[in-house]
């Protein structure tokens, strides 16, 4: 999510990638693995050398895994220290049992320049094709890959790589690229339609025959609309107008480092940057008692307490109490932090979390990794509705189900605003890094959600619905995982992540035309993204 979680070490002791790659390499093979043989070595070998398979044959297929190492070194999805062996044996032996006449030449790649390399080699392979894996999020392997010209499909390890696959996807689609398959699925079935599609090639059709057949299978595949009536959810908003001069009455704190200055207005909400320092200085200084009071409630509201200890709730809550201090001496209701390069760096002494959590339950504004756009659209429209929340989330698409889950460690549980009902909610520690205390929410079902991001470059509102169906406990990625149910096209929502960031917003109730007539009060546009 932020590149500061790549300067986060693990200290455990994680299978080294780069003795791994080499090793392979002395093995003339380059960094191939073999798909027959385990990840690790083998236990009568004397060395760290892979089995690497001789046979040939008459259609042969690189896997490419793309990801930081095979035991995850660093904070990102889906957890530092995640162990990817596993999962590549799992994909191997579905490959192989799959298609057994296919040869398939299991690879890993960081990056770029890896990528490159296997380009390179696979010259003297007769590759006839390529399948990408997206195990981390931001490794750079398939773009390069697909300036091969040769087939390729693309797949998302969901909660794993999400965030650059859905980026990706939408960059290949905005290109119009005529060799790039994808898939975005839990369910092994859509995978083996897809790698299944290699026959149109081995049968003497086009790439572009290919690609067409990935998406039929795709699409096949994909469950058709469900019922998307939705309980009843009553609310009143602003108009337009005094929505707008709300805004510019209102006010936005941005920490990124230690620079203090004034920015220029967002959707004609006033700006400022303020540093780590001044609010580290609130945190040191914050009432302990208080601090231990609200950590009390914390720990006595929520369902369950896992794998935090209550001096971290203690230092959560005046983190809290030193946002709320900044905030009333700056005069603003909107704070968003780089809450991850300011902890890491040692410049904040805890996270904001549970803080940010507070404040959204009390129709304030506190807005994850600096995130001027999103915290500017949460404005706009908690404005609108009169202190109902926004939700920053990190969306994956998952087809199987027909879902997008929005999945972030920081969720309100009062998502009808301060006087509405309370939904439950746990703390736990931050996911990615396993350090902290973060919120999940276990959000409310059966309502229709509105999810917006902003561009005022463009003056654009992006916009989509989607019924709330559930919420996902997988333990990988963030720790709040609210599934929807897109009303419209599917399809259509893979082409926006690329121009508009990772990033969006989501509001319980149906907020459409509202969405509409403030657009048309701002002179904006709104683009439906499904």
Excluded at 275 to 287: P, Q, R, V
Excluded at 441 to 456: A, G, H, R
Aim: charged content about 20%.
């Amino acid at each position: 999510m932020n590149s500061n979680r790549d300067n986060f070490k693990a200290k455990s002791n994680s299978t080294s990638r780069r003795k791994f790659l080499s090793t392979c390499a002395a093995c003339g093979a380059c960094i191939a693995i073999s798909p027959f043989a385990s990840i690790a070595k083998e236990p009568n070998r004397a060395d760290n050398s892979l089995i690497i398979p001789t046979a040939k044959s008459k259609f042969r297929i690189r896997v490419i895994y793309s990801l930081h190492d095979v035991v995850q070194p660093t904070a990102d999805w889906p957890n530092i220290a995640y162990n990817f062996g596993p999962v590549m044996e799992n994909y191997n032996s579905i490959l192989t049992k799959n298609f057994p006449r296919f040869e398939f030449l299991p690879t890993l790649a960081a990056g770029q320049p890896e990528a490159e390399k296997i380009l390179l080699q696979d010259k003297e392979e007769n590759i006839s094709g390529y399948i990408v894996f997206q195990l981390n999020c931001w490794n750079r392997v398939v773009q390069t890959i697909a300036k091969s010209g040769k087939p390729v499909i693309y797949v998302d390890f969901k909660y794993g790589g999400s965030g650059g696959f859905l980026s990706y996807t939408a960059n290949f689609l905005k290109e119009q690229s005529k060799n790039v398959g994808f898939v975005s699925s839990s369910r092994v079935e859509d995978l083996i339609s897809a790698v299944k599609c290699f026959e149109v090639i081995e049968r003497g059709g086009s790439v572009n025959d290919f690609v067409t057949a990935t998406a039929l299978a795709r699409i096949k595949s994909t469950p058709a609309p469900g019922n998307l009536s939705c309980r009843e959810d009553r609310f009143k908003t602003l108009s337009p107008d005094e929505t707008i001069r709300r805004m510019r009455e209102s006010k936005i704190l941005a920490l990124r480092d230690q620079v203090s200055m004034c920015a220029d207005p967002i959707m004609g909400i006033p700006l400022d940057y303020i540093s780590f320092a001044e609010l580290n200085y609130a945190w040191e200084t914050a009432d302990k008692h208080e601090a231990t009071v609200i950590a009390e409630r914390w720990q006595k509201s929520a369902n369950r307490v896992i794998g935090v200890q209550f001096n971290i709730l203690q230092d959560s809550a005046a983190m809290y109490l030193a946002m709320k201090s900044v905030l009333k001496n700056h005069k603003a209701n909107a704070i968003t932090i780089n809450c991850l390069g300011g902890f890491y760096s040692n410049q904040i002494q805890a996270y904001p979390c549970l803080g940010f959590h507070e404040l959204n339950n009390e129709g304030l504004v506190g807005a994850c990794e600096c995130d001027i756009r999103s915290t500017a659209t949460m404005v706009a429209f908690t404005t609108m509705t009169q202190g109902r929340p926004g939700y920053i989330s990190d969306p994956v698409i998952d087809t199987s189900k027909r879902q997008i889950i929005y999945a972030h460690c920081v969720a309100s549980n009062k998502v009808f605003g301060p006087d509405g009902p309370e939904n439950p909610f746990e703390i736990m520690t931050h996911s990615e890094d396993r350090q902290g205390a973060s919120v999940r929410s276990i959000l409310p079902v059966d309502y229709m959600t509105t999810t917006l991001q902003i561009n005022q470059n463009r003056k654009e509102i992006l916009f989509h619905q989607a019924k709330a169906v559930g919420n996902d406990p997988d333990d990988r990625a963030c720790r709040t995982k609210l599934c929807g149910e897109p009303k419209g096209d599917i399809e259509k929502l893979f082409r926006y992540w690329g121009d508009w960031g990772w990033h969006r917003v989501t509001f319980y109730g149906d907020l459409k035309e509202q969405v509409y007539a403030f657009a048309d009060a701002m002179n904006w546009k709104v683009v439906e993204e499904a």
